[in-house]
């Protein structure tokens, strides 16, 4: 059987200590095994990193923007590859691969404008003969620690504006699913990067730790569960290093009663059941307000038949597995146990659909579940599968107090064609990414990706904008030059003049 392996220093690693299986979750095969860091091998990324971090952070901004070009051509001609591993490890249907793939390298393109997004300021003559400037400079070696459902996405999330920025990067993906991680590090090297900018860390959670514990590592993006990314961020911090932890959601999506009903809930479907239903900014509650709510309930479970489930390299597959049998049964389990929560459950998605008869893949059907309240387990918890729950309300305003009683800020949508209501409800609802007349608000890659509250510790959104300042910190150089004016002793505090 493969086994999967690091890439250190410009080159694969075979581990040396205990390994982790990896399946095909659409036949639910044992596929691979993936080796798991040791302290050793933790130890050797983290030099490579550091070993190529002077240089890097030294080489001109017009050959890191030239390498980043390379890096976007390879990525582009590679993106079938890298859309059949995650498929094939994942479980998602090939075109939405393919599309995650084309919003990771929406990512290395914003980081081709590196010279620009560094440009620093400059202040002259700020005192008599003094001029100041802030330089961006690079924070050394940063880590990246990444979930399994998007496992090329989220890498270049990180990757390209921390490479950009001059420092040196250590992905740890997901054990899950580790293999795109590698043909990306492939990818870099071919570019023309040197060794050591850019390093593979498989592993589980010893990895994360010897990554949060190791004093040569500045930085740590974290994309994944709340639980975890609440650790990684108290843990980080408190090991002194700047941390930004995006963690779980649960989205929810309005419907106003003007909303275009056939929009809405084609919008649920695609949000709720796309990816079954294993995105972040999947949409797991629809609210629906007021006289809506009978016929949208009808028009979802209409709908709901035409999701043709099967392995997600089949053309004709809409939806494809989970990642493991455990998630599976979890998933399963919310919706065996929504009924006797109160809730009706409308469409029952708990097994396997017929279409998957006859293969061990980790599949499930889509379930619709009406009459969900705060309290229930349904509700309550993220649940990372296709179980679209509805919440039904009387008002705007309840809906809008619902959402913002919910621990999670990850993103909301809201559909209706009165845009007064649409402007007011920006203002009103406590969520970073805001969705109207748009079920999947990731922002674009030159926009900065965050949730609030629960589904973000640390100060910083990922990429975009925000992404460069958390790889770069400041610095400011106040400058004065000689001229033929020599001033008296003075020890008082600097004063401009
Ligand atoms: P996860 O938290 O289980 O794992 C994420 C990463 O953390 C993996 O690399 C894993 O190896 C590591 N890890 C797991 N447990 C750990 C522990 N106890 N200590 C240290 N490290 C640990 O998440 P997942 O199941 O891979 O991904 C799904 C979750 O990620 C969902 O909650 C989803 O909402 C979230 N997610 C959030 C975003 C976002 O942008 N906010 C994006 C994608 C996924």
Same mark, same amino acid.
């Given at each position: ?343 009706? /459950? #409308? ?5 396997? $659909?017929? +279409?998957? *008869?006859?293969?061990? &893949? =980790? ?112 610095? /400011? #150089? ?5 001229? $033929?004016? +020599?001033? *008296?002793?003075?020890? &008082? =505090?600097?004063?401009?003049?």
């Amino acid at each position: 059987m493969q086994t999967i392996g690091h890439w250190i220093d410009g080159k694969p690693v075979t581990g040396g200590g205990r390994l982790g299986p990896v399946f095909n979750p659409a036949t639910g095969q044992r596929t691979a095994e993936v080796t798991l860091a040791t302290d050793g091998e933790i130890a050797d990324a983290v030099r490579a990193a550091s070993a190529a971090a002077v240089d890097w952070s030294r080489t001109s901004l017009s050959r890191r923007a030239g390498l980043l070009f390379r890096l976007r051509e390879l990525v582009s001609a590679h993106q079938e590859d890298l859309a059949r591993i995650i498929t094939r490890e994942h479980g998602k249907v090939h075109s939405d691969a393919l599309g995650e793939v084309a919003r990771g390298l929406e990512c290395v393109e914003f980081a081709c404008g590196i010279p620009a997004l560094l440009r620093g300021e400059f202040s002259a003559e700020v005192s008599r003969g003094i001029d100041v400037h802030t330089v961006a400079r690079p924070l050394g070696v940063v880590a990246g620690i990444t979930p399994f459902n998007f496992p090329v996405m989220v890498p270049l999330w990180m990757l390209a504006n921390a490479i950009a920025c001059g420092n040196t990067f250590i992905l740890k993906p997901s054990e899950k699913d580790p293999s795109a991680s590698l043909l990306l590090a492939e990818l870099v090297a071919r570019a023309g990067f040197p060794d050591g900018v850019v390093n593979v860390l498989q592993g589980d959670v010893p990895a994360v730790t010897g990554l949060l514990e190791h004093p040569d590592i500045a930085a740590v993006s974290f994309v994944g569960s709340t639980p975890v990314a609440r650790h990684i961020y108290e843990a980080g911090t408190r090991a002194g290093k700047r941390v930004q932890a995006l963690g779980g959601a649960k989205n929810h999506m309005v419907v106003l009663p003007d909303a275009d009903l056939d929009a809405a809930a084609n919008a649920a479907i695609n949000a709720g059941y796309g990816s079954a239903g294993e995105r972040c900014m999947a949409i797991s509650v629809v609210v629906a307000v007021g006289t809506v709510a009978d016929p949208l309930v009808e028009a979802i479970a209409a709908r709901i038949p035409d999701v043709v489930i099967g392995p997600g390299d089949d053309e004709a597959s809409m939806m494809g597995p989970l990642i493991t049998a455990q998630h599976r049964d979890k998933v399963s389990s919310y919706v065996t146990g929504a009924a006797d929560e109160g809730a009706t /459950v #409308v469409v029952d998605g708990s097994r396997a $659909p017929d +279409s998957t *008869a006859g293969t061990d &893949g =980790f599949f499930l059907g889509c379930s619709l579940v009406d009459q969900v309240r705060p309290g229930m387990r349904v509700y309550d918890d993220e649940i990372f599968g296709p179980v679209l729950s509805v919440v039904r309300v009387d008002t705007y305003e309840q809906a809008v107090a619902l959402i913002n009683a919910n621990q999670y800020g990850n993103g909301v949508a809201l559909f209706t064609r009165d845009g007064g209501a649409a402007r007011q409800f920006q203002r009103d609802v406590q969520v970073g990414m805001v969705g109207i007349n748009v079920p999947i608000p990731v922002p674009v890659a030159w926009h900065s990706f965050g949730g609030w509250k629960a589904s973000l510790f640390g100060d910083s959104p990922i990429y975009g904008p925000e992404g460069i300042r958390f790889y770069t910190r400041p610095q /400011v #150089v106040t400058s004065r030059w000689p001229d $033929p004016t +020599s001033e *008296a002793i003075d020890l &008082g =505090f600097p004063v401009n003049r």
